[in-house]
């Protein structure tokens, strides 16, 4: 059974900064491509940052140069430091899987940024 927890989500003013964390398992992580999406209120759901199992990371153009994702195949967990946030970040953000051509998603984590 595949399961991706996220934590780390929460309340912080505009030019903070803020990191998620979303640990795995049920997958062989090392061959798991890992990404983060976010989704504001009656909007869709967007790509924020995705990394490959060797480690190439791509990023949505609003957060290029402000987050960073990395992962950690140790602790089968991928991260997501988010740096200079914006009102505009504020949504709730889900932690993908793709693995063995399926897609699995955490349950989500609110991030909220105040002005």
């Known amino acids: 059974q595949v399961q991706l927890v996220e934590s780390g989500g929460g309340l912080v003013q505009a030019g903070g900064s803020l990191r998620l964390s979303c640990a795995a398992s049920?997958?062989?992580?090392?061959?798991?491509?890992m990404g983060w999406y976010r989704q504001a209120p009656g909007k869709q759901r967007d790509l924020v940052a995705r990394?490959?199992?060797?480690?190439?990371?791509t990023y949505g153009d609003s957060v290029k140069g402000r987050f960073t994702i990395s992962r950690d195949s140790a602790k089968n967990t991928v991260y997501l430091q988010m740096d200079s946030l914006k009102p505009e970040d504020t949504a709730v953000y889900y932690c993908?899987?793709?693995?063995?051509?399926?897609?699995?998603w955490g349950q989500g984590t609110q991030v909220t940024v105040s002005s």
């Open positions: 990394i490959s199992s060797g480690g190439y990371a």
């Open positions: 993908n899987a793709y693995y063995i051509l399926r897609d699995y």
């Open positions: 049920g997958i062989r992580f090392s061959i798991a491509a």
